[in-house]
């Protein structure tokens, strides 16, 4: 039928709108980014995740406190040996041994996991026949990815410097190398840039794991293949014959950070690593989409 304006209506009792839609049907309603928080922290490979990072200082606290006995070299100024000079000192340690694999394994999970799950779990075709847009079910779940990543990241040097406070006290930090002391309010706002930085170069371990999770069934084929590229790009790093070609590779400025609590920093290295890790991540995540759009969804 039309009205006196000659716009189509929908037919009594529940037809199809002129649009061909179902009458009330909004493609920008469907999935809705808290019903995908709520679902994705229901997992148990998210609790455990989580519990894991913020278990993990009070681990190494105890372990600090286990081995304060055990010899080492009065003067050695390694980032292990100044972990229990104070919050800060403890945090960066904390940091540097983790951001190399385990917080690689956290991003990877939750970005590898989530569209690569609901495949497994033959749920993915019934979630695009809702029907949601094919674009918006990536998004959503790309941005609850990212932001359980970054609270991954976020997560572990802050309760690292709860825990270093606790059980070292909050003290000025010592710089590895040169053993030189800086005052503890003017490294703070530092670190807050090194934990921003220790995110950011996590983007290409995401954006693959999310190309591999649309591409594939499996999602520990997904997390696996993120985390191999890190291992494949650790050990390319060692080879110094590749020359400055290195410099190219994801993970080559992983460690810029360290240059940010040095007494005078220099934010060179991170600069180039942030250009690096976003080009990268921003073609595996435009790669991602493309895939997806002309996938065939019939598991």
Avoid at 195 to 213: C, E, I
Avoid at 241 to 246: E, N, P, T, Y
Avoid at 280 to 286: D, E, K, P, Q
């Amino acid at each position: 039928m039309s009205d006196a304006n000659g716009s189509s209506t929908a037919v009594a009792g529940g037809g199809i709108a002129a649009s061909g839609s179902a009458p009330g049907y909004a493609p920008g309603r469907t999935l809705p980014l808290a019903v995908e928080i709520v679902r994705q922290f229901k997992r148990r490979r998210t609790l455990a995740m989580f519990g894991l990072l913020l278990a993990l200082p009070w681990i190494l606290v105890i372990a600090f406190k286990v081995g304060a006995g055990s010899s080492q070299p009065a003067n050695s100024l390694r980032i292990s040996d100044l972990a229990t000079e104070g919050a800060l000192n403890f945090a960066a340690f904390a940091l540097s041994v983790s951001v190399g694999f385990l917080l690689v394994v956290a991003v990877a999970l939750f970005c590898g996991d989530t569209v690569a799950s609901e495949a497994s779990w033959s749920s993915l075709r019934y979630l695009l026949a809702a029907p949601i847009p094919r674009d918006r079910l990536l998004r959503q779940k790309l941005i609850v990815a990212m932001g359980y990543s970054a609270a991954a990241v976020i997560c572990l040097p802050l309760m690292a410097l709860l825990a270093g406070t606790l059980a070292f006290g909050w003290n000025d930090v010592r710089v590895p190398g040169t053993g030189e002391t800086i005052a503890a309010l003017e490294v703070l706002p530092r670190f807050g840039v090194v934990v921003g930085y220790a995110l950011v170069s996590q983007f290409v371990v995401a954006a693959l794991a999310f190309l591999l999770s649309v591409s594939t069934d499996s999602p520990l084929g997904a997390v696996g293949g993120a985390v191999g590229l890190v291992i494949v790009s650790n050990i390319l790093q060692a080879v110094e014959a590749l020359g400055s070609l290195r410099e190219f590779l994801p993970t080559f400025w992983n460690t810029a950070w360290l240059d940010a609590l040095a007494p005078q920093p220099e934010y060179g290295g991170m600069i180039k690593g942030v250009a690096i890790s976003v080009t990268y991540s921003a073609i595996l995540v435009a790669f991602a989409f493309h895939r997806f759009r002309r996938k065939d969804v019939v598991s």
